[in-house]
Each structure stands twice: as C-alpha cells, then as structure tokens.
C-alpha cells in the first residue's frame, strides 16, 4: 500500500475510535469492544474501496455495506460521520430518545442501506442485495460483516448455501473474528471453528488477514477482486477493544459503556495516538 495513503488511513482510524467512545459514553449504553475491534476495516472500507457518496446517499450504482453484526453501529456510525455523511455532533445523541443515531443501524441514516441487528439476518439481506444486482447487471458490490459469535447462527450458513449456489461473485463478507462474545470466548460458548474451512465447504473462497494492518486488509480485499464464480469471505483476525488499553481483549467491554474516569483514559489514549501519528 501506498505508504500516504496508510498513513492518511491510520489517522482516519484514529478519529473513528474516538467517535466510538464518544457515542457510548454519552449514550451510556452501546457495545465498544466489537466497535473498536472493526474500526480499521471499517476505515478501509470507506476511505479506500468501496464507492460511496455523502451527497448522493441513494446513489444507485452505490456499493452497498451491511453491518450483520448490527449492536456495533457505534463504529459504522462513527465512519459514516468521518466521511460526511452527516455532522459529527450526531455522535453525542446516540441512543437518546428522538435522536438520529439509535442503538441499530436504521435505514432512514443516511448512509445506512440496512436496518440490522437481529443477529444473522444481515448476510441474508446482503445475498438479497447481490443477486439483485445480478439480474439488473448492476455493477456495485455488496459488502457485509459479520461477528464470529453472530455465525453460530443458522442462518447465517442458509445464506452461504444460497450464496455459493447463485455464484454470487459481487458479494463479500468479512468475518470479524476476536474471539470474544457477549458470554465469553466464542470457542467455549458454541465454537465456530474453523471459519474458514467452514466457508470453504459451502462453496465460498475464503482469505485470511490481520485486521489491524492495511497492507494486510489491502491484500485481502485485492484478492476478492481476483475470484470468480463464487462468493468471498475473509476472515480477519482482530482484537476486541482496539486502541483503547483497558478494553483490548476483555470481554465484560462487549456491553458496556466507559464511565467518566474510563472515558477520560480513553480519550486521553486515542488523542496520543492521533497526535503521534500526525506528526
């Protein structure tokens, strides 16, 4: 990857976990840990690959984005804001009562192409999305995420069946794999592993990469762009909490907003790791 544009990303990535914490904190309720842990793909997505509009939101040669894992809209919102799609003020309404951002991602944001939260419905309405495109030779592709608790879900592999079986080609899912659920470790609570392997059984091509490394996350998403015939997974290996110490890989941050002393670390964190990166 350019090395510019790495750098321009890693900011980005930046300002987004501290939109994160922002909106948790004043919500007072939200899901932080699975937020953080996609902040970098995320970026990725939106600052880099996929062809997306602030001022023409319903842009129809759009590429489409679902958040499968629907209780991290704390990081889809956070980007979305970054990116322009409406004012970072927003950020510190989350969850009230009459505000614009709810604990969901709802379809009337602008930016937002799915209602979702209901665990493994996300992947089924992105399968939706890419077949239509299909059959009206659309050119957009269709992206979602996934979390490696939410594919304990039957459903979820319903859609990987239909998925494969309609060679859905402009369809990717990324699997945000950090290993923690709302219960604990996902290998303890019903353990979908090995993801890949499992992706790969239902017809899908599936890469690996390090979630927190856009060379990494670049070299996977260029490789979707190589496959043919069939849809793509990638798994990318994360960290749950990511860039805020206290919250790395501790699963009681899965629910949980930051109080005002953890808010304060938090920011102070994430404003170093900014400013560093600045220069």
């Known amino acids: ?100 951002l709810q604990g969901h991602p709802c379809i009337t944001i602008p930016g937002v192409d799915m209602s979702s939260g209901s665990l493994g ?60 659920q709302i219960d604990g470790k996902i290998e303890d609570v019903m353990s979908p592993y090995p993801i890949a392997e499992k992706f790969e059984a239902f017809g899908w091509h599936a890469i690996s990469c390090d979630a927190h490394d856009f060379d990494s996350i670049e070299a996977a998403f260029n490789e979707a762009e190589t496959i043919s015939g069939q849809p793509v997974v990638i798994v990318q290996k994360s960290v749950k909490g990511k860039g805020v110490s206290y919250m790395e890989n501790n699963v009681s941050w899965h629910g949980t907003a930051p109080n005002k002393e953890q808010y304060d670390q938090a920011v102070a964190e994430l404003t170093a790791h900014l400013k560093e990166l600045e220069g």
């Open 121 to 180: 419905q996300g992947i089924s309405v992105a399968c939706g999305m890419a077949l239509s495109g299909k059959l009206t030779n659309d050119t957009y592709k269709v992206y979602t995420v996934l979390g490696d608790g939410e594919i304990e879900e039957g459903q979820v592999w319903e859609a990987a069946m239909f998925a494969a079986h309609y060679k859905l080609d402009n369809l990717v899912a990324v699997v945000d794999n950090n290993g923690l």
């Open 1 to 100: 990857m350019d090395e510019t544009l790495k750098k321009q990303l890693e900011i980005t990535a930046a300002k987004i976990r501290l939109g994160i914490i922002e909106g948790v904190f004043n919500a007072k309720s939200g899901h932080p840990g699975g937020s953080l842990s996609i902040a970098d793909l995320m970026t990725y997505l939106y600052f880099a690959k996929m062809n997306v509009y602030p001022d023409k939101p319903d842009e129809p040669q759009r590429d489409r984005f679902v958040l499968s894992k629907g209780h991290t809209a704390p990081a889809l919102y956070a980007t979305l804001a970054e990116k322009g799609f409406f004012p970072k003020e927003e950020l510190k309404s989350l969850r009230h009562i009459g505000a614009l």
